[in-house]
């Protein structure tokens, strides 16, 4: 499932471009606050719905138009399916296939996009949403049931809390209420939690020959934490904590606390290797979740990486485009310069030269 053509319309600097992408390597390159990154990210917007740049709308949109739109022709299964995306201050649309698309999952579920970026350590820096977030991308690409799942127990949890706080202003039934939202929330939770444990054991399994490759490690581990004490069922944890819950009005324990740690030889990551092995750590993590899918589905996804120069020395670069090589994905890449980067791997690679929002070469600019 890869990408053949990208159409860009007023979406931040660009106004228009058309890129026809192949399956292996597209460098992108040109100087600083030339549109290389805003490429990239139009391309996760339509298999994220959302940017990693900015939570606002209005920069996403170019200064003289009220809306962008998105456009991508997606390789999947002999055919090439359009999808896309039209959103402004007002109105949102999505089409995947010539029809209105029913949720942003469905577009999502047709572009599996993942991102590696000067950001990209925080992984394993910030909190544990970011590492939750990690793991449901896998999961919902690669597990039918997760989605619905997901959807499930969020519901339920988002109904007990709100039943939690009216029984903390002394509203009658309220309890029996939370009560009742108890066993629906572990019920869910326990086989959500069940579905993130395997996909952490898989992607363990993907993430240790990367490391080593490509950073040298000793023993990797990834400890996987549940979000809950390891000797309760879930349904006990929420029964035992109720009056805590209720004092604090939303729900303490469960599987939106998960979090999951990495170990080099028994030792926290953050105790044991640099700032740039974290990056390569990260790096490394991002192409075993490439791998997984690709294990799982018989597809390629499509992976972004912005300015894979920085702060990376020569030997890093190499052994990264040489590990790149190998995997099966279509890479977008970003360079200020395209010599930089040893792609002699991809004899067939398409180098676009962007200057002032306008590609200059390998695409249609209007």
């Known amino acids: 499932m890869t990408v053949a053509v990208l159409d860009i319309t007023d979406f931040r600097n660009l106004r228009q471009a058309r890129l026809e992408l192949n399956d292996g390597l597209n460098l992108i390159a040109g100087p600083n606050a030339s549109g290389k990154t805003s490429i990239l990210e139009a391309l996760y917007y339509l298999g994220r719905t959302r940017s990693f740049r900015s939570r606002q709308l209005k920069p996403l949109i170019h200064h003289q138009a009220t809306a962008f739109r998105l456009l991508a022709w997606v390789n999947s299964g ?54 939750r977030r990690f793991l449901d991308w896998g999961l919902f690409h690669n597990e039918a049931t997760f989605w619905p799942l997901w959807q499930r127990f969020n519901i339920a949890l988002r109904q007990r809390n ?69 000797d309760l069922t879930l349904l006990d944890v929420l029964r035992r904590d109720f009056v805590l819950d209720r004092q604090q009005g939303h729900t303490r324990h469960g599987p939106q606390r998960a979090d999951f740690m990495l170990r080099v030889d028994g030792r926290a990551v953050s105790e044991s290797v640099s700032r740039g092995q974290q990056k390569l750590l990260v790096s490394a993590l991002v192409l075993a979740q490439a791998r997984l899918f690709h294990q ?31 995997q099966p994905v279509q890479l977008l890449i970003t360079a200020i310069e395209p010599d930089i980067l040893p792609i002699t791997a991809w004899p067939e690679a398409n180098i676009f030269r962007l200057m002032n929002g306008a590609v200059q070469a390998g695409c249609d600019v209007v």
């Open 162 to 230: 709100s039943a939690l706080r009216h029984s903390a202003l002394g509203r009658r039934g309220d309890e029996r209420g939370v009560s009742a939202w108890d066993i629906e929330l572990a019920n869910a939770g326990e086989q959500l939690n069940s579905l993130r444990q395997t996909f952490c054991t898989e992607l363990l399994t993907e993430l240790q020959p990367l490391a080593q490759s490509i950073l040298g490690m000793g023993k990797l581990s990834l400890e996987y934490r549940r979000g809950w004490t390891q």
């Open 78 to 131: 002999g055919r090439r399916i359009p999808i896309g995306i039209q959103r402004s201050a007002q109105a949102v649309t999505i089409r995947v296939d010539g029809q209105p698309a029913r949720s942003l999952a469905e577009l999502a579920a047709h572009l599996p996009v993942l991102l590696l970026n000067p950001d990209s350590h925080r992984l394993l820096d910030d909190g544990p949403q970011l590492r």
């Open 296 to 326: 799982r589905q018989g597809r390629r996804c499509t992976l972004l990486i912005d300015d894979l120069p920085a702060e990376l020395d020569s030997q890093s670069r190499l052994r990264i485009m040489q590990s790149l090589a190998e």
